[in-house]
């Protein structure tokens, strides 16, 4: 199966988004995928800010983009664009630093509204930095995100049902095995 890197953009500890991606990612994991998850908002600010190539935190991020073979990048959307810190990120990887990769971008959003900020915002970007393939992304409200106070994450069931099929879809592309689990999963 496929070692996927799972990138969350979100600014917030609390974040719907990187909730979000780490319950994808338990699924793609268990569909034989390999996960690595990378929350932007704990690289160093000022590396990030910055532009320090060398730091040794941004080095590593660096090296897990290239050892990606999909990567998932997730953002909350703010005044119709990807997170700045996302861009902070994306802005110190090499330009070719999605060459020969299938790539999966997800955004949430308080309103519809922003629901094209994927495909006009994050996709140009993604693939300027040389995606092999870029899956149709997914939006999702931030009201159809639920955090039970146990930490259990509910999505409404539309929400849902367009995660499984576009995760499955990346997961295919990937190699890996779809029909095996529920659409609940």
Known sequence: MATILSVSGS????SRTER???HLDHRLTAQGHKVTALDV???????????DFRDPAIVEATALFERAEGVVIGTPVYKAAYSGLLKSLLDLLPQH????KIVLPLATGGT?????AIDYALRPV???MGAVHILPGWFTLDKDITVDDDGTLSVAPDAAEGL????DRFSAALGGRTTLLAAAG
């Open 164 to 167: 499984v099929q576009v995760t």
């Open 20 to 22: 979000l991606l780490r």
């Open 41 to 51: 908002r704990t690289l160093p600010a000022d590396a990030l800010l910055g532009a």
């Open 112 to 116: 519809t509204a922003h629901v094209l």
């Open 11 to 14: 600014p917030s500890a609390t």
């Open 97 to 100: 630093a999605l060459d020969g």
């Open 126 to 128: 993604l693939s300027s």
